[in-house]
């Protein structure tokens, strides 16, 4: 009967891990492996990511938690799918109007759409574990909040979306202290970590540049 009730908590553990490595991998290693080689691996991101959210939401997922999950996956691949496109586009020598179009489809709405639905897609898995308690490892969300506080500092940061994610912690902490789940608790943590990191950039730059405008990348 042990072994019973502790596998629920091994199975969310592990789909968690696999949800923060996607996200991890796959919002950095496009940057990293160069322009044509990084749109090409970026081709595989909304795959991952959402698939890997799929397996953190189960095959038992309550109606609601389903409808918003979808919505923000649907919202997320769209976003994220702008983005690509207008960042491929100006790799180009552009100029005038078209440099301000893609700028704007790219570093604008396409980052807005695209963070704002992944951390709308957190929130569908954390209404999911209302109807559904799980169980998730320590070792498991002390790695997740890790790789997902980092993930949404660096990508928010870079995006310019960072006010997105200060506002989605004013959501996802105070609610995780009311509801006291594990699963929402993890995500909670990373959006904290990743708020904390925001503050000490502010402080340490006087605001918060993108790490492209300090040269960094």
């Keep these: 009967m042990s072994l019973r009730r502790d596998e629920p908590g091994r199975e969310t553990s592990r789909a968690l891990l696999a949800f923060a490595g996607a996200v991890l991998v796959f919002h ?19 795959f991952a990511v959402v698939g890997a959210a799929a397996l ?28 690509l ?3 491929s586009i100006g790799h180009e020598e552009l100029s005038g ?19 704002g639905g992944l951390f709308a897609l ?11 308690p799980v169980r998730v490892g320590r070792l498991a969300a002390a ?14 940061v870079e995006g310019g979306t960072w006010w997105l994610e200060l506002a989605a912690t004013a959501v996802f902490v105070p609610w995780a202290v ?5 699963l929402l608790g993890t995500f909670a943590g990373a ?27």
């Excluded at 009311?178 to 594990?182: D, E, G, Q, S, T």
């Design 178 to 182: 009311l509801a006291r789940r594990p």
């Design 85 to 87: 496109a207008a960042n």
């Design 28 to 46: 950095h290693l496009p940057s990293l492996a160069g322009e044509t080689a990084g749109d090409r691996i970026d081709l595989v991101t909304p």
């Design 143 to 156: 790695c997740a909040v890790i790789a997902l506080g980092w993930t949404f500092f660096t990508s928010t």
């Design 97 to 115: 109007e078209a440099e301000d179009v893609t700028h704007f489809w790219d570093e604008d709405w396409g980052h807005i759409e695209w963070h």
């Design 122 to 132: 957190v929130g569908g898995l954390c209404l999911a574990e209302r109807w559904r």
């Design 56 to 83: 953190v939401l189960g095959r038992s997922a309550p109606r609601v938690a389903l409808v918003v999950a979808i919505l923000a996956a649907i919202t997320y691949v769209d976003g994220h799918g702008i983005h």
């Design 191 to 217: 959006f904290g970590v990743c708020a904390l990191m925001i503050g000490i950039w502010a402080v340490w730059h006087g605001g918060v540049p993108q790490f492209s405008e300090l040269g960094w990348l």
